[in-house]
């Protein structure tokens, strides 16, 4: 008798969840290196509220979409090979949904196609490198 699993039973593996803390921790990263960009260092001790406000739709994005594209399934957590193009195809959606975010008056910063294209682009570079390494490290 065959044993029925969730549709995030098959995505999720716990053997992925160092990937996961760093994907989290890389596009924070990413978002500071772009608050620091625009707003100066001192921005972030002068309004860290502003600072961690301006990651949030996209660790919303990335929690929403990462499971359920797979960024996180047991093919994840096996090589490089397979982490990365999950991890760039999870963030492409998660992207939207941030930019999706942005766009509602939770949130201030609005959106932009520059903004949009930078987000997508340096967002897989980010998270294809993290992921790499992860696999050159470990």
Same mark, same amino acid.
């Given at each position: 008798?065959?044993?029925?699993?969730?549709?995030?039973?098959?995505?999720?593996? *716990?053997?992925? =969840?160092?990937?996961? /803390? &760093?994907?989290?921790? *890389?596009?924070? =990263?990413?978002?500071? /290196? &772009?608050?620091?960009?625009?707003?100066?260092?001192?921005?972030?001790?002068a309004d860290p509220v502003g600072w961690v406000l301006t990651a949030v739709p996209f660790l919303i994005g990335w929690l929403v979409t990462a499971p359920l594209l797979g960024a996180?399934?047991?093919g994840a957590a096996e090589s490089a090979k397979s982490a990365v193009p999950l991890g760039v195809r999870s963030w492409l959606a998660a992207t939207v949904v941030g930019?999706?975010?942005?766009?509602?008056?939770?949130?201030?910063?609005?959106?932009?196609?520059?903004?949009?294209?930078?987000?997508?682009?340096l967002g897989s570079v980010v998270l294809g490198v993290w992921r790499t390494?992860?696999?050159?490290l470990v």
């Open positions: 008798m065959a044993t029925s699993t969730s549709f995030l039973e098959e995505r999720l593996d *716990a053997g992925a =969840l160092p990937i996961a /803390v &760093g994907d989290v921790l *890389a596009i924070f =990263l990413l978002v500071t /290196v &772009g608050v620091i960009q625009h707003n100066g260092v001192s921005y972030l001790s996180y399934s047991p930019m999706a975010i942005r766009w509602t008056p939770l949130f201030e910063g609005g959106v932009e196609l520059t903004f949009v294209a930078v987000m997508l682009v390494l992860y696999f050159k």
